[in-house]
């Protein structure tokens, strides 16, 4: 078990994590510094008894034991700069929480589809018998759950939460896809491939990886991993273990056994779901768990809210909430998903990916793009000669702009790529704003 009473730690970052950490450590007798370079920031719930160093990047390190930084927080900035100098331990929350669990760890990363994976295998692992914690970037930080009554986790895990790690190591370890994100961050996709894949780097023989055969940048990870590997797809089972979609079941198979999942009832449109249902499945029945409680789960599963989401129809009009889309390639899973014609509402602030591989969906489905926010001109620029452009300011003008011009069988979808924090707290705040528009329509 780590000691922490007397440690000095220093929490970089003031966030929902940084809290959480904050809290974990000041109740198991650690000094705190906290510092974020912010100054509005909410400090309710921090201990009293911490340092509080807001506004600045500048902290002292003399004495300092342990830095915790947030996930959100550059690896570059001043205080990771100088602890890496000095030789500080420098650990993520994940890395932290991972020394402290006792609980076995289910580890699910990816540009997208995370949530949904982490929330259903959640859900199928309660349904046989299992008292799981779901959580990890999707919510709850997985500090959260040590000390917990919990007989597995089940961690959503971004690339910048595994940028800091040194030990972690899930038994399972599930990657679902890899597309241009978050490169103001990184330099390039390789780079963001490659903190990704750190979700296997401690992985040993006991363990099992769960990869996706269908992308390319994932399965190019096949063969390199410690870890036992298991396939999942659309595409043809390239090596056994896999698992894979046949006449309305998904079959597992690991070369001595099968064991089918009837998937027939599952109600999340799209073929990435059918895929996360895989990942789901695939990990689920590796983990020991019976096909039909995964079934159950399946039939009753109706998606997460912001993803691909019913919001109303109206005078023949469908709207589409999928303001989870925050990058390319979830706007383009959810333009494929959905019924055309379309209205498409996008745009935000720019997370520096390439917005041509939206040109095929939109020349095929879309017959307006109204874009709003710091990227429509750029958006526009990149988009406006496959398809109807129109640059709005804010998500108010377009759902305005969008209900005026739909008619019956058109489906308006917001699918943003793009990050919401130019005008919203996050993309929940901008998902429920865009159903209170159109619920006013």
């Not at 903190?195 to 992308?215: C, L, P, S, T």
């Not at 919001?311 to 899973?333: C, L, Q, Y």
Request: proline share 5%.
């Amino acid at each position: 078990m780590m000691e922490l009473a007397g440690k000095r730690a220093l929490v970089v970052g003031l966030g929902i994590t940084g809290r959480s950490v904050a809290r974990f450590l000041s109740a198991r007798g650690a000094r705190l510094t906290l510092t974020d370079r912010r100054t509005d920031i909410n400090c309710d719930g921090v201990p009293e008894d911490a340092e509080i160093n807001l506004g600045s990047d500048t902290v002292c390190l003399d004495g300092v034991d342990l830095v915790i930084p947030s996930p959100g927080v550059p690896r570059d900035c001043r205080p990771l700069r100088d602890a890496v100098a000095q030789r500080i331990p420098v650990l993520s929350e994940l890395e932290l929480a991972s020394r402290l669990i006792d609980a076995p760890l289910i580890a699910v990363t990816g540009t997208n589809g995370k949530s949904t994976v982490t929330v259903l295998l959640g859900e199928v692992l309660k349904a046989s018998g299992r008292r799981p914690f779901v959580g990890g970037n999707l919510g709850t930080p997985l500090i959260d759950a040590v000390g917990g009554e919990h007989d597995v986790a089940v961690v959503e895990v971004s690339s910048f939460q595994l940028e800091w790690i040194e030990r972690f190591r899930p038994q399972i370890a599930i990657h679902l896809n890899l597309s241009d994100d978050h490169l103001y961050r990184y330099r390039d996709l390789e780079e963001y491939g490659r903190f990704k894949a750190r979700i296997f780097e401690n992985q040993g023989a006991d363990d099992w990886a769960v990869i996706n055969r269908d992308d390319p940048h994932v399965w190019r990870l096949n063969g390199r991993l410690k870890a036992h590997t298991v396939n999942f797809g659309l595409g043809p089972d390239v090596v056994l273990p896999a698992i894979r979609f046949e006449r309305g079941s998904l079959v597992f198979d690991d070369g001595a056994n099968r064991q089918r999942v009837d998937i027939s009832s599952f109600k999340p449109p799209g073929k990435h779901n059918l895929s996360n249902a895989m990942a789901v499945a695939a990990a689920a029945l590796v983990f020991g768990v019976e096909p039909r409680a995964i079934e159950r789960c399946f039939a009753e599963f109706t998606g997460l809210p912001h993803r691909i989401e019913f919001v109303r129809a109206r005078d023949g009009v469908s709207f589409i909430d999928d303001s989870k889309g925050t990058n390319v390639g979830a706007a383009i899973e959810a333009l494929t998903a959905v019924a055309g014609p379309i209205i498409w509402i996008a745009g935000g602030v720019d997370k520096g990916g390439d917005y041509s591989p939206l040109r095929v969906p939109l020349k095929e489905k879309v017959r307006r793009a109204i874009l709003i926010g710091q990227a429509r001109e750029k958006m526009g620029a990149a988009l406006g000669d496959v398809t109807e452009v129109e640059l709005v300011t804010t998500l108010g003008d377009a759902v305005k702009r969008a209900g005026a011009i739909a008619t019956r069988g058109d489906t308006v979808l917001l699918s943003p790529a793009c990050s919401s924090f130019d005008q919203f707290r996050d993309y929940e705040e901008r998902g429920q704003v865009f159903k209170e528009l159109v619920r006013a329509l």
